[in-house]
């Protein structure tokens, strides 16, 4: 298993990270795919967690906020024949440990109202009111970033 990394909207590893995204959001949630690749592809890392050389399984990115202290988690998808195998889960502690080397303060997200049980075993907790994301229901959460002392 590996994560690559990258922010290059003409790299392989976005096109696999995008491959990913298509297959869950556009034909399996209905996502039109005009909302699905917005403006912020380039502004984000966008990272893949690949089984081998060739088999992509999971995906998200991270948009980082203006001042550098908060980042977005987005687009978190994992292909229907790998969930439930911990892919997305080593993807996000990775990424979390990616933000805090970064030393950045706070991650958040947006989680589909499905996902929260998940989430929060990674460490992230509920606020504000459930809000409408393309058609689908959602809540944000959040994460402090515990910064290790040296």
Same mark, same amino acid.
């Given at each position: 298993?590996?994560?690559?990394?990258? %922010? =290059?909207?003409?790299?392989?590893?976005? $096109?696999?990270?995008?491959?990913?995204?298509?297959?869950?959001?556009?034909?399996?949630?209905? $996502?039109?795919?005009?909302? @699905?690749?917005? @403006?912020?592809?380039?502004?984000? $890392? *966008?990272? $893949?967690?690949?089984?081998?050389?060739?088999?992509?399984?999971?995906?998200?990115?991270?948009?980082?906020? =203006?001042?550098?202290?908060?980042?977005?988690?987005?687009?978190?998808?994992?292909?229907?024949?790998y969930r439930g195998e911990g892919y997305a889960s080593q993807l996000?502690?990775?990424?979390?440990?990616?933000?805090?080397?970064?030393?950045?303060?706070?991650? @958040?997200? *947006?989680?589909?109202? *499905?996902?929260?049980?998940?989430?929060?075993?990674?460490?992230? @907790?509920?606020?504000?009111?459930?809000?409408?994301?393309?058609?689908? %229901? *959602?809540?944000?959460?959040?994460?402090?970033?515990?910064?290790?002392?040296?």
């Amino acid at each position: 298993m590996e994560i690559k990394q990258t %922010r =290059d909207t003409l790299s392989s590893v976005y $096109v696999q990270a995008l491959k990913i995204r298509n297959t869950v959001f556009v034909k399996e949630q209905n $996502v039109p795919c005009s909302l @699905e690749i917005d @403006e912020n592809e380039a502004y984000c $890392v *966008h990272f $893949v967690l690949f089984l081998d050389d060739e088999t992509a399984v999971a995906t998200l990115r991270i948009l980082p906020s =203006d001042n550098g202290k908060q980042a977005l988690i987005q687009r978190v998808a994992t292909l229907k024949a790998y969930r439930g195998e911990g892919y997305a889960s080593q993807l996000i502690v990775f990424v979390l440990n990616f933000l805090k080397a970064q030393e950045f303060e706070t991650a @958040e997200l *947006h989680a589909q109202l *499905h996902a929260i049980a998940f989430y929060e075993k990674l460490g992230f @907790e509920a606020f504000g009111e459930e809000f409408l994301d393309a058609g689908i %229901r *959602h809540i944000a959460m959040k994460k402090r970033l515990e910064q290790k002392a040296n």
